[in-house]
């Protein structure tokens, strides 16, 4: 099977949904590739992963070690690997420099970088040389101690204005595909209008072109999480369970069993 192309994914707009989840190792990788068309490094890898209170502290080298991973763990899957934040935002050349490592080090195809209007010319730059880029608009995590909190965006008409602006430039700086996050309904349906490449929503709307989530949260790994998640399983319940079954086992001597243990002759 060949890997999907950046063309193949700008194809989609207003056809068979995208269906894209991240991804942060070679395993969870390996168990999503065939039913994805995208697999995202997202830089959600600081919480999810490392615990940190936010994106802001998550570096280019982390996002090239799990992007890596991700691509050794997947053949069918577009891996797009989040710019973090501090590595692409100060220039065109500066985004250039971050961006082509990522791709060198971990062989993914294409980037995925924060902003609307302000990061247009860096992804015209990306794009004209070589480095496919998809927009993230709306709430954008990275922008956090700006944001002041994580809630959706779009509720006044300057928002709404400015949303559709963001991601018009966006489109017309050549991003392949526009991450729509935490945007109210109707304006993510406008957005998803207005421009010619596909949108990715994440708490944003089903007609967006395609849907994101964060893997962990949609297999249940959490007790908190956003509105905008559905559990589609409860592994947390699941793992401690086993934990737990395993932890009595070990107590009461039940484990390891005959069928664990080595016979000194076969
Ligand atoms: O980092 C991430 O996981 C993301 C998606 C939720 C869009 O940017
Ligand atoms: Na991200």
Redesign the pocket.
Known sequence: MKRVTVPAIRKRKGGEPLVML?AYTVRMAQLMDAACDML?V????GQVIYGLPS?VPVTLEMMALHGAAVVRGSYHALVVI?MPFGSYEASPQQAFESAARLLKESGAAAV?LEGGAAMAPTVKFLGERGIPVIG?IGLT?QAINVLGGYGARGRSEAERAKLVGDAVAMDEAGAFAI?V?GVVEPIAVEITQAVKCPTIG?GASAQCDGQ???AEDMLGLFERTPRFVKRYDDLAGRISAAVETYADEVRSRAFPGPDQVYAPKD
Do not use: M, Q
């Open positions: 991240t995202l997202g830089d959600s890898l994106t989040d995925k993230h995590p991450v996050e994440i994101v989530l964060v």
